[in-house]
């Protein structure tokens, strides 16, 4: 293609703005954006309710590009994972979870990560660059059409490749549209989930600015076990993080998600959960206890079912909501931790 611009890295305001940069009245934005967002168009051409004029300015600039998809696994589990090529060759993986009545889609904001956690395979292939917030966007668009109306998709969960709030400004524009009901992607801003592993400085902002749902990559309830795990601890170390959750927005009903990846050895031990309890106590929070997905990459082990199990029971017996998530998808290495759309690792079903 072109070196037209994606029509969706731009914001509601900065398409008005432009827009008026060239005289056109600022209520034609939201037209143009309900074309590109609810009636999925894939051109200008078709915005029958826009002059012809103005179609062809548009044409001009912008293009409505959809992501290349070059690939779809299905695992046993029903999980599909796609793998997608950006305009640059990167490669970007979103992975689609049917729940019992509803898909979650589970989307990425980097390629690769910088923050380099110990156990998990995003990290180990490093940094590559941030997405573009059209990038972001697009995962949600194209996924949902996709499966068009015989799916129902309602949860979108930042908890694919990269970490959300180091690329902030376009996750938040990201999530600003694919929430907006009027001219966006109309997706409930409760129903989506930011996860970070504690970028602390923007979680207010978050809060505030976007109103969604809030997760954190736990993983540990004390400093020295959590630098060992998470680089990004010892600048942020646990205080500062609870900090921020304990004035994290919420709504009436609503908790922090906290995930604890179960690490054998290193996190699993019961001292270790009636630590998560006390830690947790001036928290709105529940717990997703992640037993580690294995990789060739570390030599970190899952613990014992019998020792997550007793885990689990001791938050339980804190009043804590915890439950085990084993991740799904796993044949197909679409768990947490397992994304790296590295391409040719896996015979991949062309679709
Ligand atoms: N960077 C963000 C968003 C990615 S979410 C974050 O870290 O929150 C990825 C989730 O998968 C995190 O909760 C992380 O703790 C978990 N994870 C990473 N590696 C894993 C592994 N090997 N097994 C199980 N979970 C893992
Ligand atoms: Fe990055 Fe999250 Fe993986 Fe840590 S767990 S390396 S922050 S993707």
């Not at 703005?17 to 200008?44: G, M, P, T």
Request: proline fraction near 4%.
């Amino acid at each position: 293609m072109t070196n037209q611009t994606d029509i969706k890295d731009f914001t509601h305001e900065r398409l008005i703005s432009w827009l008026r940069d060239r005289e056109i009245a600022s209520y034609r934005a939201a037209q143009i954006l309900k074309w590109v967002y609810l009636r999925q168009a894939e051109d200008f051409e078709g915005m029958s309710d826009l002059g012809k004029a103005l179609r062809e300015l548009l044409s001009s600039h912008f293009a409505i590009p959809r992501l290349e998809k070059i690939a779809l696994q299905r695992s046993a589990d029903g999980t599909r994972k796609y793998l997608f090529r950006l305009r640059d060759g990167n490669l970007v993986e979103s992975v689609l979870i049917p729940e019992r009545d509803h898909h979650t889609l589970c989307i990425s904001s980097q390629v690769g990560c910088a923050q380099g956690c110990r156990f998990c395979l995003t990290g180990k292939g490093g940094f590559i660059r941030n997405l573009t917030q059209g990038e972001i966007i697009s995962q949600v668009r194209d996924v949902k059409q996709e499966l068009g109306g015989s799916a129902r998709l309602s949860n979108i969960v930042f908890m694919g490749m990269g970490e959300p709030l180091a690329n902030y400004e376009n996750v938040a524009n990201a999530v600003t549209l694919i929430g907006n009901g009027g001219h966006g992607l109309a997706f409930s801003h409760r129903k989506m989930t930011v996860s970070t592993a504690g970028i602390v400085p923007r979680i207010p902002e978050l809060g505030w600015q976007t109103k969604v749902g809030l997760a954190i990559s736990l993983n540990a309830a004390d400093n020295p076990t959590r630098d060992m795990l998470m680089p990004i601890n010892r600048k942020h170390p646990l205080e500062k993080l609870m900090a921020a959750c304990r004035r994290y927005p919420l709504a009436p009903r609503e908790r922090i998600t906290f995930e604890y990846v179960l690490i054998k050895g290193i996190n699993d031990s019961p001292d270790h959960a009636r630590r998560l309890a006390r830690l947790l106590r001036p928290v709105r929070a529940k717990i997703n206890l992640i037993p580690l997905n294995e990789h060739d990459r570390s030599d970190f082990r899952r613990p014992e079912e019998s020792v997550i199990q007793e885990f689990r029971e001791i938050l339980v017996r804190h009043h804590y909501t915890a439950i085990i998530r084993h991740s799904k998808g796993q044949d197909i290495s679409a768990a947490c931790g397992q994304l790296r759309a590295h391409g040719e690792t896996k015979i991949f079903q062309k679709t």
